[in-house]
């Protein structure tokens, strides 16, 4: 076989693997659901177990039952089935995880969808490091990193990582995985919530995690240099900069922009409407603005890729003479500033 035959050979392959997933239901995960014994230190069913030997495994959780004490004062219900999982990070920069072979590897250059509902417990608190008799909390939030590689525990490729997961009730985490290479096994860890603070015990707890399915690969969106974005829903109480709770799934929402979109430099822009003096809306302005922008930063997005700045009164979009072009007026805004 010549050199351009063998090509369109393996072309040909990998196109024929990559119909033959098309047309399977999904990338089955096993034991999603994290079913077992509820017990401390124990891998479930199914999952390997990742962290280092010298520390304790994962923890099974599971509904309380009447006059019976919860695992690690760890109270919260199962989402699916009747056990869930517990992963903690410690001080000592170690981290728990488990791993588990696909039952069809990931291919590079195709597209892939997954989720997780994820929690985090106030209280896991009968913890003990390892060569430590001392009493541990494990109360500080986390992240989930979804690592992909060629062997069992394999951190070969980051696949995906979550937000800081501080709801306390299940929320699903959804994921796109792109390979850059063919991927066989996957590994879920839990993590500090940026490699520059400095390190803590936290807990993380897992269920219900779906199978792995493929997915249209959806082009990323071109931006432009001084392209303006408007941030809707984004509330103040009146006359502060203190973001209502309400808001803070749409900074969610432009936290996950800037994480997928990791070469954009932007400034976070604030505005006012017409009817408090120059001044005021200057500062006003400015002060909402660095709010955003600090918010970002608390939650992992590097401190040189958020500016921010306050317009005032002066750029309106719409006329200030009725209450709805006023509030329409009040807002805050993305301008992509540069891309690297």
């Given at each position: 076989m010549d050199k351009l035959a063998l090509i369109i050979f393996n072309i040909l392959l990998l196109y024929s693997m990559a119909i033959s997933q098309t047309d399977s239901t999904s990338i089955v995960i096993i034991n999603g659901s994290f079913e077992d014994k509820p017990a401390?230190?124990?891998?479930?069913?199914?999952?390997?177990?990742?962290?280092?030997?010298?520390?304790?495994?994962?923890?099974?959780?599971?509904?309380?039952?009447?006059?019976?004490?919860?695992?690690?004062?760890?109270?919260?219900?199962?989402?699916?089935?009747?056990?869930?999982l517990g992963m903690v990070v410690r001080k000592n920069n170690t981290?728990?995880?488990?791993g588990q072979k696909l039952s069809t590897p990931l291919l590079q250059g195709i597209c892939y969808y997954f989720s997780i509902y994820l929690a985090k417990s106030a209280d896991y608190n009968n913890g003990f490091?390892?060569?430590?008799?001392?009493?541990?909390?494990?109360?500080?939030p986390t992240k989930l990193r979804i690592w992909g590689g060629d062997i069992y525990c394999n951190q070969k490729e980051k696949l995906g990582e979550s937000v800081v997961v501080e709801n306390t009730d299940w929320n699903k985490y959804e994921f796109t995985f792109l390979p850059k290479s063919r991927i066989t096994f996957i590994t879920l860890e839990a993590y500090y919530d940026t490699e520059t603070f400095f390190p803590y015990n936290g807990n993380l707890l897992l269920d219900n995690a779906s199978n792995i399915i493929i997915i249209r690969c959806n082009n990323k969106k071109k931006f432009?240099?001084?392209?303006?974005?408007?941030?809707?829903?984004?509330?103040?109480?009146?006359?502060?900069?203190?973001?209502k709770p309400e808001s803070f799934k749409v900074l969610d929402s432009l936290l996950v922009f800037l994480q997928t979109n990791e070469k954009l430099i932007i400034e976070i822009g604030g505005h006012t409407n017409s009817q408090p003096p120059?001044?005021?809306?200057?500062?006003?302005?400015?002060?909402?603005?660095?709010?955003?922008?600090?918010?970002?930063?608390?939650?992992?997005?590097?401190?040189?890729?958020?500016?921010?700045?306050?317009?005032?009164?002066?750029?309106?979009?719409?006329?200030?003479?009725?209450?709805?072009?006023?509030?329409?007026?009040?807002?805050?805004?993305?301008?992509i500033l540069k891309i690297e």
């Open positions: 401390c230190c124990m891998t479930p069913y199914g999952w390997t177990n990742c962290g280092l030997p010298s520390e304790s495994e994962v923890d099974v959780h599971s509904a309380m039952k009447v006059n019976q004490k919860p695992l690690f004062g760890v109270k919260t219900k199962p989402l699916e089935g009747k056990t869930y981290y728990e995880k488990i490091e390892s060569k430590s008799d001392s009493f541990e909390l494990f109360d500080k432009k240099v001084g392209q303006t974005i408007k941030i809707d829903k984004l509330y103040f109480s009146s006359d502060s900069a203190t973001i120059p001044q005021f809306c200057y500062i006003l302005s400015e002060k909402r603005a660095k709010a955003v922008a600090d918010y970002l930063i608390s939650k992992g997005i590097d401190q040189y890729r958020v500016k921010y700045k306050g317009y005032g009164k002066f750029s309106p979009i719409v006329s200030n003479s009725t209450k709805e072009g006023r509030l329409r007026n009040q807002r805050v805004e993305i301008k």
